[in-house]
């Protein structure tokens, strides 16, 4: 083969690789993610949006994509959502007080069997989150929901009751954000 010919085809090839990121309100997101030694993928990513203002990006990684979102609540698999805070100067307060609303709608009102590690949870926001701080929650079936903040491990829940809960706040029936909930989803 020429040269010419050579040199065209890897431009091509260049041209067909596979996004490395995702922008979004000007976040950026990774289009992986590895979790005990498997890469997840990007499913989907959306705005949260609270009064008109834009609060925070959310990326959901999964091991392959879906737009079920009961199953990805239900699955005992690995699986993470990042948090990329777009807005500067969210209270501790505030953001306590949405995990509180957000655990309660997902559980529907019974926050029994998980309130002792929702309030665990809670004890991890006690700063206020400033534009492009990360919050990443890994599950991993075992070991259960490690919360990250800015890459450092801050805690880990254990329980898959938990994961649902925690998952549940973004994809339940009764989401913190519709149009959020579709954007992680990939629709």
Avoid at 15 to 32: F, H, K, R, V
Avoid at 59 to 65: A, D, H, V
Avoid at 81 to 100: C, E, N, P, T
Wanted: net charge negative; with cysteine; hydrophobic share 40%.
């Amino acid at each position: 083969m020429g040269r010419v010919m050579i040199t065209a085809i890897i431009g091509v090839l260049l041209m067909c690789s596979p996004a490395q990121a995702l922008e979004m309100g000007g976040a950026t997101l990774p289009d992986t993610m590895a979790v005990e030694g498997r890469d997840l993928v990007l499913n989907g990513a959306g705005l949260r949006k609270k009064f008109f203002v834009k609060v925070y990006v959310m990326g959901l990684y999964l091991p392959q994509e879906t737009q079920d979102a009961g199953n990805i609540i239900q699955a005992d698999e690995p699986m993470a959502a990042r948090m990329h805070f777009i807005y500067d100067g969210v209270s501790a307060k505030d953001l306590v007080d949405a995990w509180q609303e957000g655990f309660e709608n997902s559980t529907g009102g019974d926050l029994d069997p998980v309130r002792e590690r929702v309030e665990t949870f809670n004890g991890y926001f006690t700063e206020e989150a400033k534009e492009n701080e990360v919050y990443e929650f890994v599950y991993a079936p075992g070991e259960g929901v490690r919360t990250l903040f800015n890459g450092r491990v801050v805690g880990t829940i254990p329980g898959l009751d938990f994961k649902q809960a925690l998952f549940g706040i973004w994809l339940g029936e009764k989401p913190a954000d519709k149009s959020l909930k579709k954007g992680m989803l990939g629709q």
